[in-house]
């Protein structure tokens, strides 16, 4: 079935650091691949999104490039903030009907000034 | 224009008694999803709806819980006779239509079995 890795955490940074959460997922089909962040307290806002192999996804400084060949989507961004800081989930939405998302299991960034 | 509305925010149950979350999508949407994130994981699906249809439940557990969304009014999961296990966060999200993404969540229900 589908299915979603992510790195485990927490990841703790310096500010103007540079950030790479690995993600790699198993699926079946052609999902469309997701990151979504989650501060204290809330619920998860989506950060970025690529539907198709080749496609970058970009939102906040943050990037993620949607790789077939490695079964990747890797998040980066070039220089953090302490306001950076949470938990970041990747995501795949299953094919064809997009009803519902796989999650993986998070990733916690601190990021110290 | 406001997201997804989940009430309570927090909810706390005694083991036996019967938990009710509460969803309103977000303006024009009629589907609706519910997701439970145990402590220290990801969000795992649990069941699908469309106004007075259940679509996919194939996250549920086969007993004790239920969902429903009626013509009017919120969608609402319904634990029955709680346990400590059922601790957790319940994320609701919506979307205007089947197969539209990206879907967009709810601040959560945190439910505390004591």
């Known amino acids: 079935g589908d299915s979603v890795t992510q790195m485990e955490g927490p990841v703790t940074l310096s500010e103007e650091a540079f950030l790479t959460i690995n993600c790699t997922y198993t699926?079946?089909?052609?999902?469309?691949l997701f990151w979504y962040v989650q501060y204290p307290g809330e619920g998860l806002q989506l950060l970025l999104k690529a539907t198709k192999a080749d496609d970058k996804g970009s939102n906040k400084g943050f990037e993620a490039t949607y790789r077939k060949e490695t079964t990747s989507f890797h998040l980066e961004k070039g220089s953090v903030q302490v306001s950076d800081s949470a938990v970041y989930f990747c995501a795949l939405s299953d094919s064809p009907n997009f009803n519902k998302f796989y999650f993986g299991s998070g990733t916690k960034l601190n990021v110290k000034p | 224009n406001a997201g997804v509305m989940q009430n309570p925010r927090h909810l706390v149950r005694r083991r036996g008694q019967e938990a009710r979350l509460r969803c309103s999508p977000m303006?024009?949407?009629?589907?609706v999803y519910w997701y439970r994130q145990l402590p220290e994981e990801g969000l795992k699906f649990m069941v699908y709806?469309?106004?007075?249809?259940?679509?996919?439940e194939s996250g549920m557990p086969k007993e004790r819980f239920s969902a429903e969304f009626p013509k009017e009014g919120p969608s609402i999961l319904r634990i029955q006779q709680v346990v400590r296990g059922d601790s957790a966060a319940y994320f609701c999200?919506?979307?205007?239509?089947?197969?539209?993404?990206?879907?967009?969540f709810g601040d959560g229900t945190r439910l505390s079995i004591l």
């Open positions: 709806l469309q106004k007075e249809n259940i679509i996919d």
């Open positions: 999200a919506s979307s205007p239509d089947r197969g539209s993404q990206p879907q967009h």
């Open positions: 699926a079946t089909g052609y999902p469309s």
């Open positions: 303006k024009g949407h009629s589907h």
